[in-house]
């Protein structure tokens, strides 16, 4: 069973930077795909950002795109979302999920989740 | 961008049928999956590809998809049911939300 594990949020300032990492239980199928999805507090779920597997495609929502970057450590088995320019309304919950994809094409539940870091972003 | 239209609470009594929907552009092609949120848990997948339920979900959760509009339905609703309830679908690589919607058990 995948579990995820994210880390390293915190509270910042509007402006700063922040880099959450997520760590995995060390799957190395192709065929997942993380996907960041996030809950500001007392609202609903965002979706933020997806990569596949091989990392070499990243996908963005517009509200982070710019300065959302997601990257990966394989010898980690770690996955990061670095933020820049942190907004007030970035302040939530950042869940780390995992998918898995069939040739490529999403037709799969986001049916594994970590447990979320908090993000506030506050002067 | 693409958007899912969902109630925003539901209220049902105990042991009777809640039914929560989700609409949305071309939905009926496109698979709609449900999660469930409990207060300070993460999501859980109950519902997958319209109308599949994981092995772990009690058999009173259900999904249907009629055209546009899909619909998780929870026979016998229970207390522990009590939560926000999202639907999602896949628009090409992006997770697209509903809005949720609180289900209160009273």
């Known amino acids: 069973q995948v579990q995820l594990v994210e880390s390293g949020g915190g509270v910042v300032q509007p402006g700063r930077s922040l880099r959450l990492s997520c760590v995995d239980s060390g799957f190395t199928l192709n065929s997942y795909v993380i996907v960041w999805v996030r809950q500001a507090p007392g609202k609903g779920l965002e979706w933020v950002s997806t990569?596949?597997?091989?990392?070499?495609?990243?996908y963005y929502a517009d509200s982070v795109k710019g300065r959302f970057t997601l990257s990966r450590d394989y010898s980690k088995n770690t996955v990061y979302l670095q933020i820049n320019s942190l907004r007030l309304e970035d302040t939530a919950v950042y869940y780390c999920?995992?998918?898995?994809?069939?040739?490529?094409?999403?037709?799969?539940?986001?049916?594994?989740w970590g447990r979320g870091t908090t993000v506030t972003v506050s002067s | 961008s693409y958007a899912l239209t969902q109630p925003p609470s539901v209220f049902v009594s105990p042991g009777q049928t809640a039914s929560i929907t989700c609409s949305g552009d071309d939905l009926g092609d496109k698979y709609v999956f449900w999660y469930q949120q409990k207060s300070g848990q993460s999501p859980v997948a109950v519902m997958y590809q319209d109308d599949r339920r994981p092995s772990e979900i009690p058999e009173r959760f259900s999904g249907s998809k009629s055209g546009n509009t899909a619909t998780l339905t929870i026979s016998g609703t229970q207390s522990v049911d009590e939560a926000d309830y999202y639907c999602q679908a896949w628009d090409s690589t992006a997770a697209v939300f509903g809005g949720g919607t609180e289900l209160t058990v009273l």
């Open positions: 990569m596949p597997y091989d990392g070499r495609d990243k």
């Open positions: 999920a995992l998918t898995t994809v069939v040739s490529n094409s999403y037709y799969n539940p986001i049916d594994v």
